[in-house]
């Protein structure tokens, strides 16, 4: 929903941006090619920041262990993902990406969020208070 709502709100933003500029006496054609990359450049906002937050796999995930005060087992982690229909193929994948890109780690079998997965994760939720996109 999320992503549909930013479609719209770009589709409004360019439509403004070329009745003002052609109200203004711009030339059609700049006109036009400034709706446009006023649209392009919502869009690409909207894909990247918001609708990640809202539907991206790993940010739940990171968000999941956020959560958790003493970190989550391979078991929990399975089970949290058992209810998004993931594969245990897909629960790996997300974990070694994850754990390469520095912002969890495992200890003691349990998989706990590095200082730099903590701030993302603050990032994350703050995100999604933002553009009220709450899971």
Do not use: W
Request: glycine share 4%; hydrophobic share 50%.
């Amino acid at each position: 929903m999320l992503l549909y709502q930013g479609i719209a709100m770009a589709c409004f933003v360019s439509v403004a941006q070329y009745v003002v500029a052609r109200y203004r006496d711009q030339a059609i054609a700049l006109a036009a090619k400034d709706a446009f990359l006023a649209f392009l450049a919502i869009y690409a906002f909207v894909l990247t920041v918001p609708a990640s937050v809202d539907r991206s796999a790993s940010v739940r995930m990171i968000q999941h262990l956020f959560a958790s005060r003493d970190g989550l087992t391979r078991d929990e982690m399975d089970r949290f993902y058992a209810d998004d229909v993931f594969s245990a193929r897909e629960v790996d994948k997300r974990l070694i990406e994850q754990r390469d890109s520095g912002t969890i780690i495992e200890q003691n079998g349990r998989f706990l969020l590095t200082p730099k997965g903590r701030v993302l994760a603050e990032t994350f939720s703050a995100a999604e208070r933002l553009f009220d996109c709450g899971q």
